[in-house]
């Protein structure tokens, strides 16, 4: 079965050091891939996604995302985190069963901003 | 704009009661999902409609129930049945039933159980 990990259930970084949020999939064809963020009592925002072609994409807000089908992972990174960032983070896999589509998330990681 | 609201934001349900919780999008997306989130456990699929009149189950369909009369609403009823449905409840839609351009989130509405 589809699924995808986040290692991390909360990380705490500095403001203006660099941020890596882990995320693993496990799905047998090449996968769609997302990050979304989510503020307090607030629903999902799409960071990025990636379905083909270049593994190092850009999204909103200064982060990037590569993916590495050796290693199964897309892991999300920013060179400088702000005080605004703190937030839950998902990773998502887009999955697909019998012509039904549609996406599985992680558990997510949250991450706190300290000045 | 266009985008998905969800009402109420906040609702509080007393035991044995059944409550519906709405979802209206006018972005003219033809599927449409709801998931329900509890801390730790990220989010996850309670229903979904790809098409008006048709609905399939998601992991946790237990105690819920949806209609979707309409392309714009898919509204969620919380029945009586579903033993802890104090959640975080998020409604999301999709341009078409691929996952190629992902979801668009509610702001969602957060059930207590009184």
């Known amino acids: 079965a589809q699924s995808v990990t986040q290692p991390d259930i909360h990380i705490t970084v500095s403001e203006g050091a660099s941020l890596e949020l882990r995320c693993n999939y496990s799905?047998?064809?090449?996968?769609?891939l997302f990050w979304y963020v989510q503020s307090p009592g607030q629903g999902l925002q799409l960071l990025l996604k990636?379905?083909?072609?270049?593994?190092l994409v850009q999204g909103i807000k200064g982060f990037e995302a590569e993916f590495k089908r050796s290693q199964s992972s897309f892991n999300l990174r920013k060179p400088s985190v702000h005080w605004s960032d703190a937030a839950e983070y998902f990773c998502?896999?887009?999955?697909?069963?019998?012509?039904?589509?549609?996406?599985?998330f992680g558990t997510g990681t949250r991450l706190t901003i300290i000045p | 704009d266009g985008g998905i609201t969800q009402s109420p934001k906040y609702l509080f349900r007393k035991e044995g009661q059944n409550v519906t919780l709405s979802c209206e999008q006018n972005l003219n997306h033809d599927a449409m999902y709801w998931y329900r989130q509890d801390p730790g456990q990220g989010l996850r699929l309670i229903y979904y409609s790809q098409i008006v009149n048709d609905f399939q189950k998601g992991d946790i369909a237990e105690g819920y129930s949806v209609s979707r009369e309409k392309k714009e609403s898919f509204p969620l009823t919380v029945t009586s049945a579903q033993k802890n449905p104090t959640a975080f409840y998020l409604c999301a839609s999709s341009i078409d039933t691929t996952v190629n351009y992902g979801y668009t989130f509610g702001s969602g509405t957060r059930l207590t159980v009184v």
């Open positions: 799905y047998g064809a090449t996968p769609y």
């Open positions: 998502a896999v887009g999955t697909s069963n019998f012509g039904n589509e549609k996406l599985t």
């Open positions: 990636y379905f083909s072609g270049d593994t």
